[in-house]
């Protein structure tokens, strides 16, 4: 465990750990696949990309811009079947 003050910001940081080594499998249940990863799964398709926009000092509201974004398709990107998902109401 490490802690970090960067100017007004404290974070702290953990070491990686797999579910398995903290003691959680009991709640997932499972056999991990070969790469220990969501795409063992069958049909399961991950897509990711990085974001990179801008350089020097951060400039609120201008950039740099340094973003990502993960998408999971648990039933492959072709696939017409629906997928639930659990949801709350809108708030009022």
């Known amino acids: 465990m490490t802690l970090v003050k ?4 404290v974070t702290l940081t953990l070491p990686r ?3 398995r080594e903290l003691g959680l499998v009991p709640l997932i249940g499972g056999t991990p696949g070969a790469l220990d990863a969501i ?3 069958a049909g399961v398709e991950v897509g990711q990309t990085t974001l990179v926009s801008g350089e020097g000092r951060l400039v ?4 740099p811009v340094r973003t ?7 039933r492959c990107r ?12 809108p708030r009022k």
């Open 6 to 9: 960067i100017g007004g910001c």
């Open 17 to 19: 750990s797999l579910v």
């Open 39 to 41: 795409t063992d799964v």
């Open 60 to 63: 609120v509201g201008k950039g």
């Open 68 to 74: 990502g974004v993960t998408a999971v398709h648990p």
């Open 78 to 89: 072709t696939s017409a079947d629906a997928v639930r998902s659990a949801s709350r109401p």
